[in-house]
């Protein structure tokens, strides 16, 4: 266990989610509250590297509760992967009297956060921000809520012109790796089906749902796809229907990079609130190499390692209820 700090950096690094900048803040005010202080570093592991810091306050995080993205940057970076970059960042943030560090991101964050911790005996916890909802150790990951209400809000619009004019719509919704966002817009959204790497779909299954929904005299359909699934990408995937089905009028939308602009919901702003004063509270007791999460609506501190090689799975009473409600 590492002594209570007295000077917290924190960074956000990987893909921006929504409710981030609440993350910083909930950070910023916590520390400021406890009387420490507190650093933000611009650009994530390679502002840390280039020393790019400002010193913050209360009053330097007013305003940001309801902004998306992150007003500290976000950004990849290659030298943090080699141990030449991560000696020169210890080196930076030491000069500066940092003494513990707040990660705010996703899977490769923690990743390098996990290694620069052991190299350097750094005092680093995590805080989840991804809309992929894909870390192990927490219910919910800061955006993924408001990535999930941006996708439905896309999808009813595109339900309206799926049925003025009985087209068959692939709606692909991000998941890398994972079908969270998939498999909640399609339960929410009335889809037809959902294509996600958890469900193993065939288009055999496919082609029956579609015959299905035909023979019911649904018109109008909508299947969500998640960008990582195992039937190919969604072009592949409305090229195969269009062979099997070619009377019917199928369209392609890829939702991209909405999913992660916005304003976040208040459900990201007050997880993001909840996790910000845990991560500050668990560096004050002497926690690092750890994960702030949030399951059954408690805190609770993961390992690094845990959280980025086990998998958080999705819930199958979720998908055996998007079963019985497609008929």
Known sequence: MHKAPS???????????????????????SAVYYEKKVTGVYNGYEGLIDGNYEELNSRSVKYILNQGGTFLKSARSQRFRTTEGRKEAYSKMSAAGIDALIVIGGDGSFTGAKIFSEEYNVQIIGVPGT????????????????????????????????????????????????????LRSAIASGALEVIMPENNLTFDQLYQAIEKAGKNKKFSNIIVVAEGNKLGNIFEIADHLKTKFSHLDIKVTILGHLQRGGSPTVFDRVLASKLGVAAVEGLLIGRSNVMAGIMNNQVIYTPFEEAITRRAYINPELIRINKILTI
């Open 131 to 182: 809309i992929d909802n894909d870390l192990y150790g927490t219910d919910f990951t800061i955006g993924y809520d408001t990535a999930s209400n941006t996708a439905i809000e896309c999808i009813d619009k595109i339900r309206d012109t799926a049925s003025s004019h009985d087209r068959l719509f692939l709606v692909e919704v991000m998941g890398r790796d994972s079908g969270f966002i998939a």
């Open 7 to 29: 000077h917290i950096a924190v960074l956000t690094s990987g893909g921006d989610a929504p409710g981030m900048n609440a993350a910083i803040r909930a950070v910023v005010r």
